[in-house]
Nanobody, 123 residues
Framework: QVQLMESGGGSVQAGGSLRLSCAAY????????MGWFRQVPGKEREGVAV???????SYADSVKGRFTISRDNAKNTLYLQMNTLKPEDTAMYYC?????????????????WGRGTQVTVSS
């Protein structure tokens, strides 16, 4: 069992940066594949970035070169460093944990989700 809590969202101007954190509470955090997703009202949830138990990372094409996912297993925390933010990055961001996510971020088995943190980027 894992409980996830995101933080670090906020409002920023285009070109700015934010760092999201996801604190995980549970004894088996290091064994889970972790990912960041985002959703805009009225649109489908989309995968942003994933990191597996061995540290391999994948990103959505829309964020490659701007976002960096990382995990600190000692602190049970997942991060998403977001640079050069664009208005189209505005969304609710969720972290998730589970057994697997495909590299294209389209298919996944994720059992645990946080409640989300809002990111708003103004032009």
């Amino acid at each position: 069992q894992v409980q996830l809590m995101e933080s670090g969202g906020g409002s920023v101007q285009a070109g700015g940066s934010l760092r999201l954190s996801c604190a995980a509470y549970g004894s088996t955090y290091s064994t889970y594949c972790m990912g960041w997703f985002r959703q805009v009202p009225g649109k489908e949830r989309e995968g942003v970035a994933v990191i597996d138990v061995d540290g391999r990372k994948s990103y959505a094409d829309s964020v490659k070169g701007r976002f960096t996912i990382s995990r600190d297993n000692a602190k049970n925390t997942l991060y998403l460093q977001m640079n050069t933010l664009k208005p189209e990055d505005t969304a609710m961001y969720y972290c998730a944990a589970g057994k697997w996510i495909t590299a294209d971020l389209r298919r996944y088995q994720l059992d645990y989700w946080g409640r989300g943190t809002q990111v708003t980027v103004s032009s």
